[in-house]
């Protein structure tokens, strides 16, 4: 049941491929809390994935766009305030591709043409998106955008080749722009760094199932669920967290201060 905490408020959800899509989960819990929502997602998504089943279910409008196109962009932060009768008051940034990875090409012998697309689709879109809406001014004071990141930006996980660098570039493009945003008009910019969470594009990850239960038992809490990171998102778009800018956020269970977990020596 919800509380209200969104009552009133507008967003946008980037990133809702199937039901397991964290961006599934965060789309359903902001309309529980009583924002009116619009999905988007890149076109072939549109074809592959399962987003008119989740459109139908919250009865919200989807607008297909590749984030790496500011063409799509545009389209998408006009139609978006048509459709929802106003200004914007979040994004969820949640999107993530590597062709080097799905190709499973090794970290020391990677495509740097694959690796410009990992970079324009993983990170540089967060800035793309929020440069468009920034120059539409299509974001209410006090509005919030959050990009999903993954603790490989600031240690070594060496599966997840060249997407630590691309987290690396995420993080940054928020502290920065989160600079730029809060001059211009109060609005918040932040990454959550989640757990690992079986969705399509975590588990293309190498040796992703064994990694998962390594996190699982590394963390204090155990790895946080998408629907936890959901619960998180509701709270950063919220009023409750209107202080909060230019931050990476851990929500993974306490992984990212540990050092030596004794459950994985026993084992
Ligand atoms: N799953 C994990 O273990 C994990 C952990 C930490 C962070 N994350 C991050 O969470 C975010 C969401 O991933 P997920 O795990 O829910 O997987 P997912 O595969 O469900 O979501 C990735 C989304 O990116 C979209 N996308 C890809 N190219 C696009 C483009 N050009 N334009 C627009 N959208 C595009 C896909 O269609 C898909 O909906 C990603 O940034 C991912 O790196 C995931």
């Not at 740097?112 to 974001?139: C, G, N, P």
């Not at 630590?164 to 493009?173: I, M, W």
């Not at 588990?203 to 390594?214: E, L, Q």
Request: glycine fraction near 8%; aromatic fraction near 10%.
């Amino acid at each position: 049941m919800g509380h209200g905490l969104l009552q009133g408020k507008k967003g946008i959800i980037f990133g809702a491929l199937d039901h397991k899509s964290i961006a599934w989960k965060v789309a359903e819990r902001c309309v529980e809390e009583g924002a009116q929502i619009v999905l988007t997602n890149a076109p072939v998504a549109m074809r592959l994935g399962e987003i008119n089943e989740l459109a139908t279910k919250l009865n919200c409008e989807i607008i297909p766009a590749d984030a790496t196109s500011i063409e799509d962009l545009e389209n998408l932060i006009i139609k978006s305030q048509e459709i929802l009768g106003g200004k914007l008051d979040f994004i969820l940034h949640s999107i993530g591709m590597s062709i080097n990875v799905r190709k499973k090409k090794d970290y020391t012998d990677l495509n740097y043409e694959w690796m410009k697309t990992t970079f324009d689709v993983s990170a540089i879109s967060f800035h793309k998106v929020l440069q468009t809406a920034f120059k539409h001014d299509a974001i209410n004071p006090w509005g919030s955008v959050v990009g999903l990141t993954y603790i490989a930006a600031q240690r070594t996980f060496p599966d997840y080749s060249e997407m630590a660098e691309s987290k690396a570039l995420l993080e940054s493009f928020a502290r920065s722009f989160g600079y730029h945003y809060a001059k211009k008009a109060n609005v918040r910019v932040n990454t959550i760094s989640q757990s690992p969470t079986v969705t399509t594009a975590g588990s293309g990850i190498k040796g992703f199932s064994d990694f998962f239960s390594y996190a699982d038992k590394m963390s204090p809490l155990g790895n946080a669920s998408s629907d936890a990171c959901a619960d998180y998102c509701v709270s950063l778009f919220s009023d409750l967290t209107r202080y909060v800018t230019m931050q990476n956020l851990f929500h993974d269970g306490g992984f990212s201060s540990m050092g030596m977990a004794p459950e994985i020596l026993e084992d």
